[in-house]
């Protein structure tokens, strides 16, 4: 089993940024995928960023100048650098982490972000 633990979610006004981090423990094979998807109110969740190990990482376009997705493989620990937020931006942030090898995917809790003055 997969356990992912996130944190640094918040309340900032818009322009402010915000770091959240994730951390993945279990049974994870050296090959997968980890990213932030998000939920605002009455919305369906919708991807933000990933990053593969190893590989690139890949941005929706509303968000591709403004946030940074990163990751430590070494402690299966994905980031979010966020930038420049905007009110559109509050949503419970989840993180996310997929295994190829055996399809499956595991999700955190999730971590509210509110942007407002």
């Known amino acids: 089993q997969v356990q992912l633990v996130e944190s640094g979610g918040g309340l900032v006004q818009p322009g402010g940024s915000l770091r959240l981090s994730c951390a993945a423990s279990?049974?994870?094979?050296?090959?997968?995928?980890m990213g932030w998807y998000r939920q605002a109110p009455g919305k369906q969740r919708e991807l933000v960023a990933t990053?593969?190990?190893?590989?690139?990482?890949n941005y929706v376009d509303d968000v591709k100048d403004r946030f940074t997705i990163s990751g430590n493989n070494a402690k299966n620990t994905v980031y979010l650098q966020m930038n420049s937020l905007k009110p559109e931006d509050t949503a419970v942030y989840y993180c996310?982490?997929?295994?190829?090898?055996?399809?499956?995917?595991?999700w955190g809790q999730g971590t509210q972000v509110t942007v407002s003055s």
């Open positions: 990053i593969t190990n190893p590989g690139s990482a």
């Open positions: 279990g049974s994870i094979s050296n090959i997968y995928t």
């Open positions: 996310s982490l997929y295994i190829p090898i055996s399809a499956r995917r595991f």
